[in-house]
Every structure is written in C-alpha cells, then in structure tokens.
C-alpha cells in the first residue's frame, strides 16, 4: 500500500497520479501529491515504477502501516526500492531477461 511521497525528493511532476489506477493521489498546487485515498491503493507498484526521483514508498502490505518514518525509509534505501530492484531507471540494467515467466506460460499453452 502507498505509504509515503517525500517532500524532500518529490519535483512535483505529478506523474504517480497520473499512473495510478485507483486514483489514489490528489494534485496539490505547488506541493507534491497527496495520498488522498489510500484504501483504494492496489498495492501494484505503479506510482513507484514511474517516479522519477525515487520519492515514494509503496509497503508490499496490502494494509496500511501504523507509523512511517521516512528517515527510516532512507536508511533502509527503501525508498523507490521497487524500481531499483526491477532495473527500471537512468543508469540501472534492466532485469527483463532474467525473467522467466515466459517459459513457465509456454508450458502451459
């Protein structure tokens, strides 16, 4: 579940609520965006694919977490972790061939 967007990292670009299926984020007027529904979060990752400055945090929780300390988040590289684990980014390798889904979907056929 969307549980954070960094005022420190976000340039307001407002491309997470433009990806976001659910509609989960509210445009604000020179400030990043809000999480103005966050129980219509999917949990699907999206919003953090597309940042382009690694500024939100999407917990793999599908329920909200009780705290956020997003200092704890930056410690951790939490933050944007999603698309750095998949390769996706500036100056990251993309993981796409090590993927294996496509065999397991020929076998199926």
């Known amino acids: 579940m969307i549980e954070l967007v960094s005022a420190s990292r976000c340039i307001q670009c407002n491309i997470c609520v433009n990806v976001c299926p659910t509609n989960v984020f509210d445009k ?3 400030a990043p965006p809000t999480i103005a529904r966050q129980s219509d979060c999917q949990t699907c ?3 953090e ?5 690694d500024a939100l945090y999407v917990a793999p929780q599908v329920d909200p977490l009780d705290s956020v300390d997003e200092k704890l988040l930056k410690e951790a ?6 698309r750095r684990n998949v390769g996706w980014g500036r100056d990251r390798t993309s993981l796409a061939k090590e993927d294996s ?5 020929k076998q199926l056929k």
């Open 77 to 82: 590289e939490l933050l944007g972790s999603y």
């Open 49 to 53: 694919l597309y940042c382009p400055v």
């Open 28 to 30: 604000v007027p020179d």
């Open 45 to 47: 990752f999206m919003c």
């Open 101 to 105: 889904t496509h065999q397991i979907l």
